[in-house]
């Protein structure tokens, strides 16, 4: 496991990220496909996320990714989902008659947390401590 560091902090923060198309629509094909992972990647790269892997389907965006504790996850979708939206939209010109309503990514998305230990290890841990504590836990 390798930890990554900023000015004040060690973190392992790894995050699955899933996001549809609006109506499921398949439409990151080709040209378009290119463009959204572009846009990704240069979300990320701006707000210093890695992104460990990524897979673009027709109608969704796969992404695993090491988020630096400074950025809220929900701040980073709303960087990713609205800059390659309002781009997408506005570079391919076909998308408007799909997409109506100016939304091209649909409502929501999900995220999960992917750590080296898991709750088990944590509660075990915390019980430990609580029946033997050292100096620094009393």
Known sequence: MQYSTGKHCVFYHRYHLVWSTEYRYKVLRGDIKLR???ICRQVCAENGVDIIRGVLSNDHV???VSVPPK???????????????????REFQH?????????????G????????????VVLQYLQTHIQNPTDASR
Not at 71 to 89: A, N, P, Y
Not at 95 to 107: A, D, T, V
């Open 36 to 38: 959204v992972r572009d």
């Open 62 to 64: 796969h992404m695993f």
């Open 71 to 89: 950025l809220v996850i929900s701040d980073l979708m709303r960087l990713m989902k609205g800059r390659s939206s309002h781009k997408v939209q």
């Open 95 to 107: 998308l408007k008659k799909r997409y109506w309503g100016q939304q091209f990514w649909g409502r």
């Open 109 to 120: 998305y999900f995220s999960t947390t992917n750590g080296a230990i898991t709750e088990d």
